[in-house]
């Protein structure tokens, strides 16, 4: 991919929707931007995307002092999540607090950015092949343009060429999309942070699930040590769940795959312990009831976003795709580790536990969560695919002149840590934090400190 130039960028359309103060001394602005589905068809259909701009009103007083002020984007972790006003919590005042005004962005197909789910579909599309062909366009390279596109809007009328610039926040998948960014319009930025989310580099996601597969093992050994009661309580539901259709609020099927889903959360500030609850709910009512009450099945529904967030569900194995199909990596991969199959472990003695899944998507997802069933076959098709584009360029990456921070976890279940050392050494000018001190969430559980050390990184001062 080539960088657009500033002449051949075409001008697409904002609208601010309306503007007002939280309390705090936040000043926000909501806008709407009309972006090219397909940037290779720039005067093709369009797509809205919603960004939120916050601006600190001790920092900038005027419409003129606003302006001065840089912005720093921040990049979701998915891929399929919005930024919920509610989210942006802790880590808003320290950036704030450095002389930045932020900018939310809705990803493309989440939140009020034309969002994509089973009950929106766009009329046009008619087609299993319709939908998987629309959904090409929802990866890290499109998020970029489409900030490429916001960025020139909001900063193109400045004459100073590193004033049009601006600094990015990547959490988890966001870091993916900073690394996509690096790669084809590094001209656009002027830092990069990322927390969690040094990419791995890779064309087909075979190796991250091998990896994820033994930090997932690890997780579970640190449940199982923690509540060992738990091994034949989990045994019990899966049984109970094999045995009986359990449906969900929506109609989904709660099946033993699906409750091994819950594991998901392991790599999660404190997950394991909200799964121990879920686990213990669920006994207590088999043990009263024999069989789930509707709370304890809204509480497993509330723990799982796969019907709010399809994108996550669709997309996932996507986003490490380069010119291969990732054909249900996951699902391939855990073939060769009987602990996760509760065929398998169910005919072995009580004592022997259950694993529960992680970050992973299989195919029966999409017949057990209701709102994914219209997507199966949109899904096979994807996973089929191999003619994806390219989302990094490592010889570009090698010869990186953008600063990039980076907040690195040892012990992150999501984004392996070996993986992303050797996407530090590729990714030149990288400079890292590494803790075992934090997890995956770190950013949102200990905000001062994650951004505190990336701001020091930035500095670049060394004894």
């Known amino acids: 991919m080539t960088q657009i130039s500033p002449q051949a960028t075409p001008k697409f359309g904002s609208e601010v929707l309306e503007s007002y103060v939280l309390k705090g001394g936040v000043k926000v602005v909501e806008r709407f931007f009309n972006l090219p589905l397909d940037y290779k068809e720039p005067e093709g259909e369009k797509i809205r995307v919603f960004a939120r701009s916050m601006i600190p009103t001790d920092k900038a007083k005027t419409p003129e002092e606003e302006d001065k002020l840089p912005i720093l984007v921040y990049l979701q972790g998915g891929p399929g999540h919005e930024v919920p006003l509610s989210d942006i919590s802790g880590y808003t005042g320290e950036i704030h607090e450095k002389g930045y005004q932020t900018l939310w ?7 009020l950015s034309t969002p994509f789910s089973a009950d929106i579909i766009p009329t046009r599309l008619k087609t299993d092949q319709d939908i998987a062909d629309y959904l090409k366009h929802f990866r890290a390279d499109n998020i970029v343009n489409d900030c490429e596109a916001i960025r020139k809007t909001l900063l193109g009328h400045k004459t100073n060429p590193e004033e049009q610039k601006w600094t990015i926040l990547g959490q988890s998948f966001g870091g993916f999309c900073a690394i996509t960014y690096l790669s084809f319009h590094s001209a656009g930025l002027k830092e990069v942070f990322t927390t969690g989310g040094l990419a791995p580099l890779v064309s087909q996601p075979d190796i991250v699930y ?15 040590k923690k509540y060992p009661q738990d091994v034949k309580r989990v045994r019990d539901i899966m049984a109970y769940l094999d045995g009986n259709e359990v449906l969900s609020s929506n109609g989904g099927r709660l099946s033993p795959a699906r409750f091994q889903q819950l594991g998901m959360d392991f790599g999660m500030h404190n997950g394991i312990d909200r799964v121990h609850q879920l686990v213990f709910h669920a006994v207590n009512d088999l043990e009263l009831f024999g069989r789930l009450s509707n709370k304890t099945i809204s509480l497993i529904e509330g723990a799982q976003g796969f019907d709010t967030n399809p994108l996550f569900a669709i997309l996932h194995e996507p986003i490490y795709c380069q010119g291969a199909a990732a054909r249900w990596s996951a699902a391939r991969t855990l073939e060769q580790h009987p602990q996760f199959h509760w065929s398998q472990v169910k005919l072995l003695a009580d004592t022997e536990p259950v694993y529960f899944t992680g970050e992973m998507i299989f195919p029966s997802m999409f017949d ?11 899904a096979e098709i994807l996973a089929a695919y191999d003619g994806w584009g390219p989302l990094w360029d490592t010889e570009q990456l090698a010869k990186n002149t953008v600063n990039v921070s980076a907040v690195q976890y040892v012990d992150d279940m999501y984004v ?3 993986l992303s050392q050797n996407t530090a050494k590729t990714i030149k000018n990288t400079e890292q934090y590494i803790t075992n001190q934090l997890v995956h969430s770190g950013l949102r559980e200990a905000p001062k400190d994650v951004m505190g050390r990336l701001f020091q990184l930035s500095k670049r001062e060394y004894n």
Do not use: M, S
């Not at 091998?210 to 199982?224: A, D, G, K, L, P």
């Not at 969560?369 to 076959?377: C, D, I, N, S, V």
């Open 105 to 111: 962005l809705d990803q493309r197909g989440t939140g």
């Open 210 to 224: 091998e990896h994820t597969v033994r930090r997932v093992i690890t997780r579970n050994e640190v449940y199982y």
């Open 368 to 378: 057990d969560y209701a709102t994914l069933r219209p997507l199966k076959g949109a």
């Open 416 to 418: 392996d840590f070996d």
